[in-house]
T-cell receptor
């Protein structure tokens, strides 16, 4: 089966710009969550969507936002980019009718802010 | 919220030796503890998990132990091989939280020398 797909894989932006990242979950998965990964910080939770509704949000500023579409695909947006936003952004999907706990990650979108 | 501490941050072992990575958590409501392995340039993948009603779980060369009283859990890898080299993340969550929210430790870079 197809895994979680994230696009774009790599992108370079400058400070002040905005960026939109896309995530296509595993077919049938209804939950999509986003994580920011930076060296030494591990994976920090951004937000989670389930059935087009944001269910939970981490401790990130309002510049970070997201949404989920009726086909479970999700996008996240970062506005007014800062140097510190450079990171690997990981999307993970889960839930096909029962809670197993396992998250299935995509390969990430690596954002570099210059 | 939950806080997960992970130690050590780096670990080097000789092939064939055992490796142990330890994590502590702060929220006694946490009841699910997965471990993810992330090889260089790859996505994090679940390797083993344990729930709070179990004290130990094994899967071939890897095992996880949980001490609820002390709020700590550990990953044990026996007979290490070079392909075990990766970053390992522990995490915690509780079933009452949303499906996609895991609280991750900062990771342990394991290097297995041949």
């Amino acid at each position: 089966k197809a895994g979680v797909t994230q696009t774009p894989r790599y992108l370079i932006k400058t400070r002040g710009q905005q960026v939109t990242l896309s995530c296509s979950p595993i077919s049938g998965h209804r939950s999509v969550s986003w994580y920011q990964q930076t060296p030494g910080q591990g994976l920090q939770f951004l937000f989670e969507y389930f059935s087009e509704t944001q269910r939970n949000k981490g401790n990130f500023p309002g510049r970070f936002s997201g949404r989920q579409f009726s086909n479970s695909r999700s996008e996240m947006n970062v506005s007014t980019l800062e140097l510190g936003d450079s990171a690997l952004y990981l999307c993970a999907s889960s839930w096909r009718g029962e809670y197993t706990g396992e998250l299935f990650f995509g390969e990430g979108s690596r954002l570099t802010v210059l | 919220g939950e806080n997960v501490e992970q130690h050590p941050s780096t670990l080097s072992v000789q092939e064939g030796d055992s490796a142990v990575i330890k994590c502590t958590y702060s929220d006694s409501a946490s009841n699910y503890f997965p471990w993810y392995k992330q090889e260089l340039g790859k996505r994090p993948q679940l390797i083993i998990d344990i729930r709070s009603n179990v004290g130990e779980k094994k899967d071939q060369r890897i095992a996880v132990t949980l001490n609820k009283t002390a709020k700590h859990f550990s990953l044990h890898i026996t007979e290490t091989q070079p392909e075990d080299s990766a970053v390992y993340f522990c995490a915690a969550s509780y079933r009452g939280s949303t499906l996609g929210r895991l609280y991750f430790g900062r990771g342990t870079q394991l290097t297995v020398w041949p």
